[in-house]
């Protein structure tokens, strides 16, 4: 099991209330094919092509992503390689987005189309469809399994 944090942020206000989908993650590059235009970091698939790229990308390397998410590919608008977070976990990873779906029952919501499993988390606060949630959690073989789940209202302009 690998740990990770992935970080879904909106655009801005005015941006997010319309762009549900607008997207930042953070975390490490698991494969990079700087031909074919694609890196993956965790189970997401970044596509490159028209992204503006800052910094040196290569695999292993702790990166910044902005972009549109549907399912698990993200296609990027932005990919800034930053310093690696101590203490070095290669899946670690950030979301932050708005919920699309949530069900407590199956122990399920979906973030830009990415399904992750609730069952194990600690929740702080009320999660609802059209929240916005911080989720923390570990990549398992079927997805993302989280295990905090915080609720908050999103930073304008980030």
Known sequence: MNRFLLALL?????QSQTDRSYV????FVGSYNPTAG???????RVELKGARLEGRLSQGAYIEVKGRLNGTTL????????SSPSPVNKAHVELKGY?????AKT???????????TGQARIFGVVAQGSWVEVRGNWVDDGLQANR???S???VGS
């Open 24 to 27: 930042e993650i953070k975390g």
């Open 75 to 82: 296609q990027a608008t932005k990919a800034e390689v930053e």
């Open 107 to 117: 122990g399920y919501l979906t973030i830009g189309g990415l399904r992750i499993e």
């Open 38 to 44: 694609y890196l993956t970091i965790g189970k997401v």
């Open 153 to 155: 209202s999103p930073k």
């Open 99 to 103: 919920v699309a779906a949530y069900d």
């Open 10 to 14: 909106g655009l801005g206000l005015a």
């Open 149 to 151: 789940i915080e609720v």
